[in-house]
């Protein structure tokens, strides 16, 4: 709604400065000035020269307005964002108070057995999965905490195992918080995307943030089978994709874009032992 109002108010603009534009050709070249007494020349001077303020002034509030509505629509895209990392977890929440009571039935069983060895080690079973997806992320930024959160709950869900090493404070980064959650999201999906097309037993996905004295450095790192070297210059094309119907090729070409608007720099190394992505921010 926002954006039709937006295009209808910035065609009305472009059809008044037409017809100012029109105005003025038809006074100066059609019907000519030597055909107005000096009085009505010197008023519609003044008409057109008061048009061209009002004008002016219409187009320059006509901006404030739009920017300040681009604005509200990015903040409604990431609180969008927020949301649907909520319902993650949540659903996540809900999946772990469905397999609790099967748990301690299994504990219950166990304890009475005297299995003191196979209680404590399904126990640490136990503990070790609802740690993993319950992960803890403090980026300094409460956004990209949600997005790491539910990406990684996504992962574990798929059997994708998840390092997460955070040596950085993301508080006073230059990037906006939208296009930081646009660059990781798109990276990590592919990430969790290749996981799954490699071997079962030896999926994982590393996300490792540092800051050195003038860089924020983003290294994402995952297994599975590597890019083709042919495909290595192609994957930040947009319409570029190896996933067929699936892909758009419209990811990484955005996160390229974002990355390169905020003077930053991403890089992809891709081998038989995986791939990893590395973006890096000025801090100055």
Excluded at 83 to 100: E, G, P, V, W
Excluded at 220 to 225: E, L, Q, V, Y
């Amino acid at each position: 709604m926002m954006r039709n109002k937006n295009l209808i108010a910035v065609i009305a603009y472009d059809v008044s400065q037409l017809l100012l534009l029109g105005i003025f050709i038809y006074y100066n070249f059609v019907i000519g000035r030597e055909k107005f007494t000096p009085v009505v020349e010197y008023q519609m001077n003044m008409a057109l020269g008061i048009l061209i303020i009002l004008l002016s002034i219409l187009g320059i509030y006509m901006n404030r307005r739009i920017f300040e509505v681009f604005k509200i629509e990015k903040e409604y895209e990431i609180q969008q964002i927020n949301l649907k990392n909520i319902y993650a977890l949540n659903n996540l929440q809900r999946s772990q108070r469905h397999d609790f009571l099967n748990h301690l039935h299994v504990i219950h069983h166990l304890a009475e057995t005297e299995e003191s060895k196979a209680l404590k080690n399904y126990v640490e079973r136990i503990y070790q999965e609802v740690y993993d997806a319950n992960m803890k992320v403090n980026t300094g930024l409460l956004e990209v905490d949600a997005l790491l959160q539910s990406k990684f709950s996504m992962a574990k869900i798929k059997g994708i195992a998840i390092e997460m090493i955070n040596e950085a404070n993301l508080k006073d980064i230059k990037i906006e918080s939208w296009k930081l959650i646009s660059i990781l999201g798109n990276i990590i999906d592919n990430a969790i995307d290749a996981c799954m097309e490699g071997d079962k037993e030896n999926r994982k996905i590393v996300v490792e943030l540092k800051e050195t004295k003038f860089k924020y450095l983003f290294y994402i790192k995952n297994t599975g089978a590597p890019i083709l070297q042919e495909n290595m210059e192609k994957i930040f094309l947009a319409g570029f994709t190896t996933k067929g119907e699936k892909g758009q090729g419209l990811g990484l070409s955005i996160c390229k874009k974002y990355i390169e608007e905020n003077d930053g720099k991403i890089e992809v190394n891709s081998n038989n032992n995986g791939t990893i992505f590395t973006v890096e921010f000025y801090k100055f």
